[in-house]
Structure formats: structure tokens, C-alpha cells
């Protein structure tokens, strides 16, 4: 009798259980397979009375219910154990993943480094805001009214006008001079690195924001031979001894006399090159007296201080030392130009 054959099936069904595929692939061909019990099951059925198909049609819908669902339950199970099992062949002696260590942004080595030389010469470090107000940035510097570098064409300005006068992206870090200034009373030995903007277009040799360390020796008695002799010893460390300097005379508001220093070309060392456009010589700083008005701005009594001051591009040093031609690199974060400034310094 079908019936008999049925509920013998469900019970060796409901008995069943494993967590071995293989095994459980054998259950599949005998229940649920095209030659499977269920198929023959099926086939019988159709030969069995009409009076029997009525109580045996529900029936055997559910054994085959119970096969599959056995079937499903046991899938579960033997798929989890599998992948148990491939963690448990994990071979522990073998040697790590290992992950490799990020690096310096060739700008912070080379601030870094900047900042080491002056320390020995006893230079603290300073920061100041990079939302400026005119008078930090322009006014007390000396900066005339009309000035160009006031203009919208050069200075991203905030906001044009307000209680303070108009407020900007600070365009150099000559800013935070003013601000340590107006703090305290000589003597100021600090350099002040940071970022300012400029509204410039975009391409390998201008950018909309860079970096600058500035420079400030103010005390009683500072001379012109002590800004040369600082700068000589700075170049010295940078470059390496006998590094050449000159100083050539320039213009800037805020110091009197200005000048503008080129050291002997790093790559062709004087010999003539691309770099130094065979001139031997390559400009990297602005520098000079700070003028006695920017003292007088500050507080400071002018007949009695002086001092000098100096401000240079980090990306500018950057280039000389790591020959990178395009200033857009030091800020588009490609992995690839980043992982070649490993240094010994992390
Ligand atoms: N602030 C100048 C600039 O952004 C750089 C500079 C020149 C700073 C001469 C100084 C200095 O302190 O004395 O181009």
C-alpha cells in the first residue's frame, strides 16, 4: 500500500541527519532525485482508485514537504561546518599579511626639516589664523591702500567691509608676525609655518593655496649681517655644505631695505640647467629689515628694536630637493607620487 510506503519514508526522513555533504547528496538522489522515491511515489499515485487519490493526495504533498525541508535544514548545516572547517586548515605558522606603512607628505618632511635647522639657532614656531582680517594681513604690514595685492583678482576675500575691515584668506604668513608682535616685546626668534591662498589659476607652477614659512628676529642691535649670516647657516644645513648665496635688493612693504636671496642651483650646481634656466642660480626666499612702521603697528618702539624677517614657499624648497615639476602633486594624493617619500624621520 502507498500509505505503508509513505509513512515508513517519513520516518526514516525524520531520522535522518548529518553535516557531511556527500551524505546528504545521497539523501538528495534517493528522496528528491529524478529516479528518487518522491518520482516514484508520484508515478504510483496515478494508478491508485479515485476513492484513495482523495486521502492520499494531501499526504503525499506533505512527505514531499518533508523531504525537501529535511533537505534544506541539513544544506544549512553542512554548508556552515564546511567553512568551519576551512578556518580550523588555516595554517598559523605561515608568515603574516604584513600592512605597509603609510608615509610623510613630502611637505611635512620638509617643513620638518626647516623647522629642525632653525630650532638649534633657537627659533620657537608659531601659528596664527588662515581667516585674516585686513589689518593683520595687509595694513599693519605696510600695505598702501591701493595696493595690488588688495585686490579681489589676487585675495579670496570673505567678506568685504565689516567691523575689522574686510576679512581674507590670508595671502602669506607674514600675518603671524603682526600677530606675535603685537603679543609681547622683543626679543621674537620664531619661524611660522603654514598655508595661504592665492587667487590664481590652477597649473604646474601656481596654485590656489601653498605654504609658507615665515621668519622674525626682533631684539635690540639686529643687523643686516645677522639676517645674512642666519640664511647662509640655514642653506649650509638645507643643501649641504658650500651651498652659494646672494642677496639681490627687491621691494616689499613691510621691510626696509628688501631683498630677495638665490642660492647656487642645487641640481647643476652653478654649471647652468633647465632648473635654474642656465643662469646657475635659484631665487628661495624674500627677506629683509622689518620696517620700522610695522614695529611702530605693533607696539614696538622702533628707535630701540629692529630686526629682520624672511618668508619662502615650503613647496618652492620642496622642489629644489625632490626635483617635482608639478605643483599640483602636493595636493591630489596620489598613492603613487606619496609612497616614494619614505624617510627615516616617520
Ligand atoms: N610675504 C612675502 C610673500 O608672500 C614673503 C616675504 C618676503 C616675507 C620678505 C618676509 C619678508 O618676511 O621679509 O611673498
Redesign the pocket.
Known sequence: MLQDKITQYSQEINAFVTDKADELEQFRIKYLGSKGVIKEIFDAFKSVSIEEKKSLGKVLNEFKQLAESKFNTLKEITESSESQATVNELDLTLPGEGFEIGSRHPLALVRREIVEIFAKLGFTVAEGPEIEDDWHNFSALNFPEEHPARDMQDTFFIKKGGEKGDIALR????SV?VRMMEQGQPPFRAIMPGR?YRNEAISARAHCFFH?I???YADENVSFADLKQTLFYFVQELYGEGTKVRFRP?Y?P??EP?AEMDISCTICKGAGCQLCKYSGWVEI????M?DPNVLENCGIDSKKYSG??????IERIANLKYEIKDLRLFSENDARFLRQFKSALI
Request: net charge negative; aromatic share 16%; with cysteine.
Open positions: 595671502t602669506h604668513t607674514s608676525q595661504v609658507q615665515e621668519g622674525l627687491s616689499f613691510f621691510t628688501s626666499l624674500g627677506c629683509g622689518v629682520f624677517a624672511f618668508g619662502m614657499g
